[in-house]
């Protein structure tokens, strides 16, 4: 599944932002926990616009993760209904820009906007291209069962059932595992 190079540059930052949650991360605490973090996730995705760095704006951005986890796990039709509630919300009035390394791309919002409502923003944005191409399927909770990740499945079947390979590793193996338990017995009990 294709789209527009920056609905898949916003649904990646949604799912680091979402991932930052303690039961999704491989620490197991909140990775969102200061403005300095934040700083650096917003970073590593190139994030532009106004930041104020201070406890604030990170509170307003762990409400807008919270809800944003929600969207993710919505049907087509609830979704639609929150992404227009957080587009009339943010007061999205989306404008082609480019800047920086940036090609042509969607702002929703002026720079200057708070950042949580940036964020809402630019994501209401990507989902209304997910559910107007009708591929809310692809944005998944992990089949981990001990995982709270989420994911966007890009990929051409749309197969990916895990947040990570490591939660596919993990899984796999203990599924290994049991399976070889269960043969150990059966030779044991066939003896």
Not at 88 to 110: I, N, S, Y
Not at 113 to 130: T, W
Not at 158 to 171: A, D, E, L, M, T
Request: hydrophobic share 40%; charged share 30%; net charge negative.
């Amino acid at each position: 599944m294709h789209f527009a190079p920056d609905t898949e540059d916003t649904l990646a930052f949604v799912v680091d932002l979402a991932n930052t949650v303690a039961g999704a991360t491989r620490s197991g605490v909140d990775e969102l926990a200061s403005p300095a973090l934040l700083s650096a996730l917003l970073d590593a995705h190139g994030y532009t616009g106004r930041f104020d760095r201070d406890d604030a704006e990170l509170d307003d951005v762990r409400r807008a993760r919270t809800q944003l986890r929600h969207v993710w796990t919505l049907d087509r039709d609830s979704a639609a209904e929150e992404v227009n509630t957080m587009l009339r919300t943010t007061r999205a009035l989306p404008q082609l820009v480019r800047h920086d390394a940036f090609d042509w791309h969607l702002h929703p919002t002026d720079n200057d906007a708070p950042l949580a409502d940036r964020i809402l923003s630019e994501a209401s944005l990507a989902f209304v291209d997910v559910i107007r191409g009708d591929e809310c399927g692809r944005l998944r909770a992990c089949a981990a069962p001990d995982c709270a990740g989420i994911f966007a499945d890009l990929s051409r079947n749309g197969s990916k059932r895990f947040c990570s390979v490591r939660c596919g590793n993990r899984v796999n193996m203990i599924a290994f595992r049991e399976r070889a338990a269960l043969d150990d017995r059966g030779d044991g009990a066939g003896a």
